[in-house]
């Protein structure tokens, strides 16, 4: 047998094969405080051809979330020309400083090298009955053009559908896998590319870890067999920065493992004892609205100068300790007795 065929056999490459786990304990879902953020404020100039969805996608953004940041009337029809406002502004956590870290409310990876953060990206994620788990793992192995050798799980679940139950699908444009592969000692769980690029942003997978198929060939030169890979559930994130401007971002709870999000909001800020710096109406707005953007809760915040970010730049990466922009608060207040968690968008 020849070494590269060899390779793609024994590696079997398949979401659901039993990778053996380092043994560390899980991560409880919630949420955490933080120091840091990046991304913010972007001007970007509609080209024919371009669709929300895949402009969301490579900043790490639902594009509904987006949509609304424009006031889009029809957000299938751009219009070329037009420029769009976009704030991507995010929370950088730091559970991990050497490795890939997955925070699966955000269905987005960061990826850091020797303390310095790279970049992140959008994810595809397992369904809410099919869940990827939390955990510390490695990378396994990496794998360019992969055979798919089918679980017997998702055979029953092609014959239960209908469809043809296949067993093993070679490299090629229908391999569901794509045409990179990185195995991890998470239980079932690889990240890889993907054929249903309109899938990321989405909780779609049997478990595994999609990314768009140009950027996870970004990644794979990158890592290397060995590298750290942590997986949490934070759907709940604060970050004091030094000059005490407070950020909160919330995303959706898939997962249902957050029972109350806003008595998570109270309990970090509380923490950081920040509780009279905070303006409540902007908390309470934050927990409803759910859009998975940094938003500052900071009570009279000192309007920050903008600045002005090339529309060309499909990423900026760079942190910032400072936003690009004010909040005001002027959202209208929401009763505080009430649990503003709401139930998960599409």
Not at 123 to 147: E, H, M, R
Not at 157 to 163: A, H, P, V, Y
């Amino acid at each position: 047998m020849q070494s590269g065929a060899w390779k793609n056999t024994l590696i079997f490459l398949t979401c659901s094969l039993l990778w053996v786990s380092l043994g560390w304990a899980d991560d409880l879902p919630g949420s955490e405080s933080y120091n840091q953020l990046g991304g913010g404020l972007e001007e970007y100039l509609v080209k024919r051809g371009d669709q929300l969805p895949a402009i969301a996608q490579r900043r790490a953004m639902r594009w509904r979330v987006l949509a609304k940041q424009n006031r889009l009337k029809n957000p299938n029809r751009l219009k070329p020309g037009a420029t769009l406002k976009i704030n991507n502004r995010f929370i950088l956590p730091n559970d991990l400083t050497d490795g890939l870290l997955i925070n699966l409310p955000e269905l987005t990876l960061y990826h850091f090298d020797k303390e310095v953060f790279r970049r992140r990206y959008a994810l595809a994620v397992g369904k809410s009955d099919w869940q990827t788990p939390t955990g510390t793992y490695i990378i396994l192995n990496k794998v360019k053009n992969p055979t798919w050798i089918v679980p017997a799980s998702i055979q029953e679940e092609m014959e239960e559908m209908g469809k043809t139950v296949l067993t093993r699908v070679p490299p090629g444009p229908t391999n569901p896998l794509g045409a990179y592969w990185m195995a991890t000692s998470a239980p079932g769980v690889g990240i890889h590319a993907t054929t249903r690029p309109w899938s990321i942003g989405y909780y779609a997978s049997h478990g595994c870890i999609r990314m768009l198929p140009d950027e996870i060939e970004e990644l794979f030169g990158q890592v290397e067999v060995g590298t750290l890979v942590k997986i949490i559930y934070k759907p709940v994130k604060l970050a004091v920065t030094p000059d005490n401007r407070i950020f909160l971002e919330v995303h959706r709870d898939v997962y249902k493992k957050i029972p109350d999000s806003l008595a998570m909001a109270e309990a970090l800020i509380k923490e950081r004892q920040v509780n009279s710096l905070v303006d409540w109406r902007r908390v309470y707005q934050v927990i409803k609205d759910r859009d998975g953007i940094a938003e500052e809760i900071t009570k009279n915040p000192v309007p920050a100068v903008p600045d002005h970010l090339s529309s060309e730049r499909l990423y900026s990466g760079e942190i910032i300790l400072k936003t690009n922009d004010s909040t005001s608060g002027t959202n209208p207040p929401l009763d505080p007795k009430k649990k503003a968690v709401g139930q998960p968008g599409s």
